[in-house]
Antibody
Framework: EVQLVQSGAEVKKPGESLRISCKGSGNSFPNYWITWVRQMPGKGLEWIGM????????NYSPSFQGHVIISADKSISTAYLQWSSLKTSDTAIYYC????????????????WGQGTMVTVSS | QSALTQPPSVSGAPGQRVTISCTGSSSNIGAGYDVHWYQQLPGTAPKVLIF???YRPSGVPDRFSGSKSGTSAYLAITGLQAEDEADYYCQSYDSRPVFGGGTKLTVL
């Protein structure tokens, strides 16, 4: 069974940089896109963007483009979400999830999900 | 403003049936993109409940069912149980993946 294990909770100050990770089990990791999702305190799910671990191609939501960077290292089955300058509004739980294709292979669901990484940004 | 609209909350007594709607538009659900439903129990990560509009992953009870019609999708839960109390999100595609705002299910 594929699992995604995320790095631990982080507490940072505004303006600091941060990179969180999402490690997949098994050797099939490079074959599946990984998505990142934000959940602000008490709020819903927001799609941030996705990465293809095979070639590190990325696609971002316009809402997050330019503020975060998504990357992947297929050699260690790990995807990353990083910030160069955090804001207090980045305080949230961040989830990674794998794109699992089904049917004819043209559509996908998010399955499985990582356990989430809580990021707290406070002065 | 989510591209997919869900009621903020629904409630029902144990044993009852509840339905959660997910209303989209001609650029997402109405364009033929499938709808998936995720259940998020308190303090946990979301997990897929229904995919491809109406398919249940193994392990999901058949009390949960999904359907799609036009620009809307629906999640139905029959025989409501206390452990069904959670947040439910629909998700589809609209030039990129999009989520509904989420619906909090309260079991009375």
């Amino acid at each position: 069974e594929v699992q995604l294990v995320q790095s631990g909770a982080e507490v940072k100050k505004p303006g600091e940089s941060l990179r969180i990770s999402c490690k997949g089990s098994g050797n099939s990791f490079p074959n599946y896109w990984i998505t990142w999702v934000r959940q602000m305190p008490g709020k819903g799910l927001e799609w941030i963007g996705m990465v293809d671990p095979r070639d590190s191609y990325t696609n971002y939501s316009p809402s997050f483009q330019g503020h975060v960077i998504i990357s992947a290292d297929k050699s260690i089955s790990t995807a990353y979400l990083q910030w160069s300058s955090l804001k207090t509004s980045d305080t949230a739980i961040y989830y990674c999830a794998r794109h699992t294709y089904y049917g004819s292979g043209s559509q996908f669901r998010f399955d499985p999900w990582g356990q989430g990484t809580m990021v707290t940004v406070s002065s | 403003q989510s591209a997919l609209t869900q009621p903020p909350s629904v409630s029902g007594a144990p044993g009852q049936r509840v339905t959660i709607s997910c209303t989209g538009s001609s650029s997402n659900i109405g364009a033929g993109y499938d709808v998936h439903w995720y259940q998020q129990l308190p303090g946990t990560a979301p997990k897929v409940l229904i995919f491809g509009n109406s398919y249940r992953p193994s392990g999901v009870p058949d009390r949960f069912s999904g359907s799609k019609s036009g620009t809307s999708a629906y999640l139905a839960i029959t025989g409501l149980q206390a452990e069904d109390e959670a947040d439910y999100y629909c998700q589809s595609y609209d030039s990129r993946p999009v989520f509904g705002g989420g619906t909090k299910l309260t079991v009375l």
